[in-house]
Nanobody, 119 residues
């Protein structure tokens, strides 16, 4: 079992920056990947960025060059540095983790944190 708690959301002006953090607890040693999804009103939830336990990263095309995902050495937190924010980045951002055990994959989700980009 894995529990995820996000923090760092808020209101920022276009062109500004925010840093999101996600703290994981529980069976963190079996987590294979962690990342961030986002969902804007009326739209599907979409992948923002993901980082594997080995350090490989992938980003959505819309955030490449602006967002950076990272994790600490203990692999119990994952961060998302968001720079050059646009109004289109406004969404609820969800932390997620994938845990693999005994040949099965399990996905876990945080409660979400609101990011609003507006003047």
């Amino acid at each position: 079992q894995v529990q995820l708690v996000e923090s760092g959301g808020g209101l920022v002006q276009p062109g500004g920056s925010l840093r999101l953090s996600c703290a994981a607890s529980g069976s963190i040693r079996s987590i294979n990947a962690m990342g961030w999804y986002r969902q804007a009103p009326g739209k599907e939830r979409e992948l923002v960025a993901v980082i594997t336990s080995g350090g490989s990263v992938n980003y959505a095309d819309s955030v490449k060059g602006r967002f950076t995902i990272s994790r600490d050495n203990a692999k119990n937190t994952v961060n998302l540095q968001m720079n050059s924010l646009k109004a289109e980045d406004t969404a609820v951002y969800y932390c997620y983790a994938r845990r693999s055990r005994m040949g099965w994959n399990y996905d876990y989700w945080g409660q979400g944190t609101q990011v609003t980009v507006s003047s």
